[in-house]
């Protein structure tokens, strides 16, 4: 997604509250709900909003299940990757430690490389080497192996260059006073619910015809930036 004007500086120094574009394009291609917020403005003009006022999302009883399981894809129920999580762990107890020492680990673990593609995450694991998606795969994995349900999700990232590229990032479910939520995680940049990301809706994922301008940024310092 192009941005017609770069994000400041700030956002790298600072804790950003929220973030507010105008996106002309299919707005249907954001995803509206959770930390983000979509609004229509005229027929191709949408407010998005990232972050505060809005709520991390609830998870239902169904989807804890539905991602904590093992499969061809996740082999979380595999010794091998069991054994490999717990040793990055480090009996660690609170859940929340726990994601961010995988965070930690994954992103440390897999070297950044735009041409490595692994055919499963045991070749994860062996080559050390991969892009968002290696980085996303394997902490899912991991996640699973020790009870917490994660999944991956799509969409873009800020770049550092008034552009959004492709992304991919990691949502976990954490027990919050016997309510899960949904926490975004992102494992490749070492980030946990980074308000520099742009959740895809899954519709119309590659669309090219998309841009953004940048309205307001508020930063928990109370400092407010209007564009």
Not at 36 to 65: A, F, M, R
Not at 97 to 126: A, C, H
Not at 184 to 199: A, E, G, Q, V
Request: proline letters at 3%.
């Amino acid at each position: 997604i192009d941005l017609n004007n770069k994000l400041p500086d700030e956002i790298f120094t600072k804790d950003v509250e929220s973030i507010n574009y105008e996106l002309t394009g299919d707005g249907n291609t954001i995803y509206n709900g959770g930390l983000q917020k979509v609004t229509k403005i005229s027929n191709n003009k949408y407010l998005v909003e990232v972050g505060s006022p809005q709520s991390l999302e609830k998870v239902s009883n169904d989807d804890v299940n539905f991602y904590l399981k093992s499969s061809s894809r996740y082999p979380s129920s595999s010794n091998k990757i069991i054994n490999f999580t717990k040793k990055v762990i480090n009996n660690q107890k609170s859940d929340e430690l726990k994601i961010e020492k995988l965070m930690n680990f994954v992103s440390e673990y897999i070297e950044d490389d735009y041409e490595s593609n692994s055919e499963s995450v045991f070749d994860i694991i062996y080559k050390k080497k991969g892009d968002c998606t290696e980085h996303s795969l394997l902490f899912t994995t991991m996640a699973r192996s020790i009870g917490l349900p994660t999944r991956e999700v799509t969409g873009w990232a800020y770049d550092g260059n008034k552009k959004y590229v492709l992304h991919a990032w990691v949502e976990v479910a954490m027990n919050v006073d016997n309510v899960f939520y949904w926490f975004p995680i992102d494992p490749t940049w070492n980030l946990s619910i980074p308000l520099i990301h742009i959740k895809s809706s899954g519709k119309n994922f590659l669309n090219s015809n998309l841009s953004i301008t940048l309205k307001e940024i508020n930063f928990t310092d109370g400092e407010s930036l209007n564009f």
